[in-house]
Structures are given as structure tokens and as C-alpha cells.
């Protein structure tokens, strides 16, 4: 992102599960060491939803000028972090993912 350290957006997307499921996501800062964490609604480290087997939008608004720990650097890049949070092997679909700036 080309953003400026205080910038804040709004994440959507709309995801399904083939069955009954959390999914976790985060955003965070792209590094090998440690987990970095944007802050994402009222959390600074990785949310939660539930999903069923019907699509549903959900938004979130994230804030680059807050992270877990350490400095926000959004000019080195963001990354968006989606995973089942119980690591069972279900199908997760996602689509029409936008991350806006809000202005």
C-alpha cells in the first residue's frame, strides 16, 4: 500500500464454509519472525467469525496506525490473513475481497 501510517480502511468479503465453521482472520505485518498484528476492529490480533454453508458479507475496519507491538511500516505492505480456525480440512470460500481506504 502506498497508505500513509494513519490510514484506515474497511476489509470486506463474503465467505462460506461446506460446513459449520470459525474463520480466523488477521492483519498483519509480513515478516518471518513473529506475528505483527494491524489493528482490526476493536482487536490488535486476529478475529473471528462464524460461517455456515451460505455466503454472508462481513466488514471489518482496519487501522494501519496500530499494531500489536513495535513501530506500523503499511509502506512495506500489508498482509490479509484468511484460515479455518480449527485447521479441520473444511472448504472455505471466499470472494469479492476489497480493502478501501477510508477517506
Known sequence: TSAGKDS????????KASTGTDLQLAVMVPETESNTWY?????????YCT????????????????ISSGNPSPEKGVLVLFTDKSKTGYTLS??????????
Do not use: M
Open 8 to 15: 484506515k480502511f474497511t476489509l470486506k468479503f463474503t465467505a
Open 39 to 47: 489493528k482490526l476492529g476493536a482487536n490488535t490480533a486476529a478475529a
Open 94 to 103: 471466499i470472494k469479492d475481497v476489497t480493502l478501501i481506504e477510508k477517506k
Open 51 to 66: 460461517l455456515t454453508t451460505e455466503y454472508v458479507e462481513k466488514t471489518y475496519e482496519v487501522d494501519l496506525s496500530t
